[in-house]
């Protein structure tokens, strides 16, 4: 008999809350707490999972925190909940910060922790991770509906001016991070396995005739090409095949009884 790993969620938006729904069935998970700033969505959590307040105590009543908020939440809580305990996080722009990076692998080696970064709306982050002393050349290409794209960060474009196909962005995954934050976690994923957000290509498309969230990875090396596509539905800032591929990554992160691991 296995005691139950203990989860907590940052975050009750889409995936927030469907990792609740799914876990919480799951016979292995207890989930601990649930935290949200946004008091309108943490009503939406059941009164005994709410954490109505931050506090770092949170981190040490669990195995594993799920971050599916936003990259500010990385920032913020990534650095005490490592010295606690586990973390998996969802909003990977925020690894863009060199030194924030570097800080949390510091934390992790210190403190025997682990940061997990689940392949969420993208395939192939295995290939790449375990290929890029081959690759020269890591490019992707995202687009997604004007209307499903957060233009906060960017002075440059509105949605009300996206009335045909239009190039947003193409250039170094870094910058690409600090203009989209929320809409571009893929790119900083596929940076994190590969050549880095510096040495990854980036270009983002808005199209209003699209309803689809469409990722086109290539890596080149010599004698070597790998190309990975991918389209799915999208509503809000999230895919369908986000949703289902983020639980079944965290059911294996969380069962240490299989005997054998896909990743």
């Known amino acids: 008999m296995h005691d139950k790993k203990r989860i907590g969620i940052i975050g009750f938006g889409k995936i927030g809350s469907y990792l ?22 943490l009503q939406k959590v059941p009164e005994s999972l709410r954490a109505t ?11 594993l925190v799920v971050e599916t908020a936003n990259f500010k939440a990385v920032e913020e809580f990534a650095p005490e909940i490592l010295k606690e305990t586990n973390m998996a996080i969802m909003s990977t ?15 992790c080696r210190k403190n025997s922790s682990r940061l997990f970064v689940p392949h969420g709306a993208i395939l192939g982050l295995d290939g790449i991770q ?39 962005y193409e250039g170094p995954t870094f910058n690409l991070c600090q203009i989209f934050p929320r809409n571009v976690n893929v790119h900083a994923s596929i940076a994190l396995a590969g050549l880095g957000f510096q040495d990854t290509y980036s270009r983002l498309i808005a199209d209003p005739e699209t309803d689809k969230a469409q990722h086109s990875v290539e890596a ?32 294996r992160i969380l069962d240490e009884t299989r005997t054998i691991q896909i990743y």
């Not at 722009?93 to 934390?107: G, M, R, W």
């Not at 080149?220 to 990554?249: C, F, H, M, W």
């Open 130 to 168: 375990d290929g890029k002393s081959s690759l020269e050349s890591v490019k992707i290409v995202t687009t997604k509906p004007p209307q499903n794209l957060d233009y906060s960060f960017t002075e440059k474009w509105n949605r009300e001016d996206i009335k045909s196909k239009t190039v947003l």
């Open 20 to 41: 609740n729904k799914e876990l919480k069935a799951t016979e292995a998970v207890e989930i601990k707490w649930v935290y949200d700033t946004d008091e309108k969505a």
């Open 53 to 63: 307040g931050w506090d770092k105590t949170l981190s040490k009543e669990v195995d």
């Open 93 to 107: 722009t925020a690894l863009a910060d060199k030194n924030l990076l570097q800080d949390l692998k510091a934390i």
């Open 220 to 251: 080149k090396g010599p004698g070597l090409t790998l190309r990975v596509q991918k389209a799915d539905y999208i509503e809000g800032v999230t895919g369908t095949y986000t949703l289902e591929s983020t639980i079944n990554s965290l059911k």
